[in-house]
């Protein structure tokens, strides 16, 4: 069965610190990986995603993912954080003959101006 | 804006009441969802439309019953719910269902629901 994890369920950083959230998922075959974010009050967006070739994805707002096939994982980093980026990340893997989306719980990140 | 509009967006239901949300892409999009986000919990699937045919049902109660009149509307009807239903409710949206094809989801704002 597919299932996405997410280590971390809160983050709380100051401006300008680096951001790494983690991604792991399991999932025996090919697999498209999407970060999607949720400022508060607001809908779900597509931060970044990864269907095949370069495994360092960049994504909106200066994020990025790295995709490590032999770890399963898909973390999501973003060098300096800004007050603006509290929110909630989610991490989800699409994969197989569905097209629907698998989701992680979400990592909340506080970020203190 | 993300295309896919959600209304209400926000719904109060006492137990014995029939509601509905409902969900509309502007995206021309073929394949739709029903998403559950609750506290603590992941997002859950619950159903999948794709060319307004069924093709996922994941173990959704009864109380919860979706309608695909055509590709760009979506709704789900509700009836005699219960408190542990009160959630967000996301309807979403994709070109196709396979993800093979490197389909991307867009989701709308959610419709808060709440029951008393």
């Known amino acids: 069965a597919q299932s996405v994890s997410q280590h971390n369920h809160h983050v709380i950083l100051s401006e300008a610190a680096s951001l790494e959230l983690g991604c792991n998922y399991s999932?025996?075959?090919?697999?498209?990986l999407f970060w999607y974010v949720q400022y508060p009050g607001q809908h779900l967006q597509l931060l970044l995603k990864?269907?095949?070739?370069?495994?360092l994805v960049k994504g909106i707002k200066g994020f990025e993912a790295e995709f490590i096939k032999s770890k399963f994982s898909f973390n999501l980093r973003k060098p300096s954080v800004q007050w603006s980026d509290t929110a909630e990340y989610f991490c989800a893997i699409q994969g197989g003959s569905q097209g629907n989306l698998i989701f992680g719980k979400g990592t909340k990140l506080s970020v203190k101006p | 804006e993300t295309g896919v509009t959600q209304t209400p967006r926000h719904l109060v239901m006492g137990m014995t009441n029939k509601k509905s949300l409902k969900c509309e892409q502007h995206?021309?999009?073929?394949?739709m969802y029903w998403y559950k986000q609750s506290a603590k919990k992941p997002l859950e699937l619950m159903f999948v439309?794709?060319?307004?045919?069924?093709?996922e049902n994941n173990s959704v109660p009864s109380r919860f019953s979706p309608e695909c009149p055509n590709s760009s509307h979506l709704f789900l009807h509700l009836h005699t719910l219960q408190p542990e239903d009160s959630a967000l409710y996301l309807c979403?949206?994709?070109?196709?269902?396979?993800?093979?094809?490197?389909?991307?989801?867009?989701f709308g704002e959610g419709s808060w629901l709440t029951v008393v």
């Open positions: 995206l021309g999009h073929n394949a």
């Open positions: 979403a949206s994709s070109q196709a269902r396979s993800a093979t094809s490197g389909n991307t989801i867009y």
């Open positions: 999932y025996g075959g090919t697999v498209n």
């Open positions: 439309y794709s060319l307004e045919e069924r093709v």
């Open positions: 990864y269907f095949s070739g370069d495994p």
